[in-house]
């Protein structure tokens, strides 16, 4: 019993099962070629990972298991490999045969015999495909959010976002001008006026209907009120129920207009701005799929808002 055990840990070959079943046992696919790419051990992730069974895997070259775009990426980087004698890290595309190609982080070091001279190659796959999607919704997601915030500062209405914590999530230039100099110097300190108290920048009824419509998570609020001599219409919607919600405000005090014209313009305008804020919110969530389908609606209702 000493000398079996003493065996194994001397690094005997006596039972190389339990090898098999210690490199099965790792997640990561795992895999051995010698000297001339042939398949010599691979385990279960492995096979899993390639889609085919070990037997034909084990025994087979690379230009035999892989497509010719993957075998020859393999074989260039195995026989550089094999020139340093060390370790090697790349990011690659594997092509599988049936055409799916999936994006990997390969781990590579040369492997010795008990007298030290390099029998082959010994390697780990990452699988990062899914990472590399995420990383690319995360990137068109930005730059969605970016456009949105482009498009919420060309409106004409007044804009501003409040969270659950009755923060401003952005706003535009139109909404501090509205609310006064104070406001509209701050804006020109803080961009979108981004972090800012909403209790100390709008008047008190403004706050609550906007506080009330966090709480109640309701679609939408309105009414007409006068601040600094200014016929205000409010519009509060919820963009996301009890966490995020808009506010649209905009001015009927045009001398220029008649009452009757003034609330038709306001009405019809006030719709459409809702309209574009709920989609502004839209594209500022977590999935911006229909990101130029909504860009190209938005743009569509203000390229003749104005001139009807």
């Known amino acids: 019993m000493i000398y079996d055990k003493k065996s194994n840990t001397d690094g005997h070959n006596e039972y190389p099962e339990i090898h098999q079943k210690i490199i099965d046992a790792l997640p990561i696919p795992i895999f051995y070629r010698d000297l001339n790419g042939i398949y010599q051990m691979c385990n279960k992730a492995h096979e899993k990972f390639m889609g085919r ?30 020139k340093t004698l060390g370790e090697q890290k790349y ?34 796959i990452n699988d990062i495909t899914e990472l590399k ?15 949105s915030s482009r498009m919420l500062h060309k409106i004409s209405a007044g804009i501003v976002m409040m969270d659950s914590d009755f923060k401003v999530v952005d706003s535009n230039k139109s909404f501090a001008k509205l609310m006064g100099e104070e406001t509209e110097e701050l804006y020109e300190t ?8 909403v209790k100390v920048l709008v008047p008190e009824i ?19 009120m006068k601040f600094q001599n200014k016929l205000l219409h409010i519009s509060v919607i919820t963009l996301y129920k009890n966490k995020v919600i808009g506010t649209v405000i905009r001015d009927m005090s045009a001398p220029m207009l008649v009452q ?16 574009t804020v709920q989609k502004i919110a839209y594209l500022m969530g977590e999935n911006a799929a229909e990101t130029e389908e909504l860009l190209n609606s938005i743009i569509e209702i203000y390229r003749y808002g104005d001139d009807e």
């Open 53 to 82: 069974p070990k037997q034909e895997i084990v025994g087979k070259s690379i230009h035999e298991v892989h497509s010719k775009e993957t075998s020859d990426i393999y074989a260039n980087q195995d026989k550089e490999l094999l």
């Open 133 to 147: 999607k995420t990383e690319k919704r995360l990137k068109k997601a930005q730059e969605s959010m970016e456009v």
């Open 260 to 275: 009757d014209e003034i609330i038709s313009r306001a009405q019809r305008i006030n719709k459409q701005s809702i309209e």
């Open 206 to 224: 403004i706050f609550k209907m906007m506080a009330s419509i966090l709480s109640s998570g309701e679609n939408i609020l309105e009414r007409d």
């Open 91 to 124: 990011e690659t595309q594997i092509k599988h045969n049936n055409g799916i190609t999936y994006n990997a982080v390969l781990n590579k070091a040369v492997i010795r015999d008990n007298d030290n001279n390099v029998i082959g190659i010994v390697g780990s």
């Open 190 to 197: 803080i961009p979108g006026l981004k972090g800012a108290d």
